[in-house]
């Protein structure tokens, strides 16, 4: 069964950085091919990929927040940790991680098939 | 950057009717790798369609989708009552793997 569970500050101040973490369980990320991703929403709005670190460290990032985001994995503690610099009022979203894995062995990528509850980041002073 | 443009906003719709979503791509989406999301509020988005093509477990066969190149469907047959909510496309066959915005389905 796999699960994930995303944890981290509830409110940030403006230009301070932001640490999330993501504990997961049920699969390894030193499994070729499994990835783990970070996806965000603004209240009432769509969602939008940040992130995504592969089984072998390959690191993804999406090109608007590049500068500001940092994704890094702990196989031993099963952890996957985002960082964010220079958050802003318009940085408050759910911010949701989520596990994806080829779907056959002749995939090279595949679709977000677990994903955490999220958790809500308010930015304000 | 792929964007994903989603069609209607908004779709009203009652239980028993079809609904037909679309999902337009800005360029073509590598080997299908188009999904489908479906989302309640105050949960997290739950993975209906990969593939373009394919249902994820446990998703009743009312959901379908087709479609390749720059143009994908989802479909639902007969709506029920638990189908409302908001339905989004994700292409992963190029990085970044984007969505779309979004196309509620609400009860009519």
């Known amino acids: 069964q796999i699960t994930l569970k995303e944890s981290g500050p509830t409110l940030v101040k403006p230009t301070q950085t932001l640490t999330l973490t993501c504990t997961f369980s049920g699969f390894s990320l030193s499994t070729s091919g499994v990835g783990v991703g970070w996806i965000r929403q603004p209240p009432g709005k769509a969602l939008e990929w940040l992130a995504l670190?592969?089984?072998?460290?390959?690191?993804r990032y999406s090109p608007s927040l590049k500068s500001r985001l940092t994704i890094t994995k702990d196989t031993s503690k099963n952890q996957v940790v985002l960082t964010m610099t220079n958050m802003d009022p318009v940085d408050t979203a759910t911010y949701y991680c989520?596990?994806?894995?080829?779907?056959?062995?002749?995939?090279?990528?595949?679709?977000?098939?677990?994903w955490g509850q999220g958790t809500l980041v308010t930015v304000s002073s | 950057e792929i964007v994903l443009t989603q069609s209607p906003g908004t779709l009203s719709l009652s239980p028993g009717e079809r609904a037909t979503l679309s999902c337009r791509a800005s360029q073509s989406v590598s080997s299908s790798y188009l999904a489908w999301y479906q989302q309640k509020p105050g949960q997290a988005p739950r993975l209906l369609i990969y593939g373009a093509s394919s249902r994820a477990t446990g998703i009743p066969d009312r959901f379908s989708g087709s479609g390749s190149g720059t143009d994908f469907t989802l479909t639902i047959s007969r709506l029920e009552p638990e189908d409302f909510g908001v339905y989004y496309c994700?292409?992963?066959?190029?990085?970044?793997?984007?969505f779309g915005q979004g196309t509620k389905l609400e009860i009519k």
């Open positions: 670190i592969y089984w072998d460290d390959d690191k």
């Open positions: 989520a596990h994806t894995e080829p779907p056959y062995y002749y995939d090279s990528s595949g679709p977000f098939d677990y």
């Open positions: 994700q292409q992963y066959g190029s990085s970044p793997y984007t």
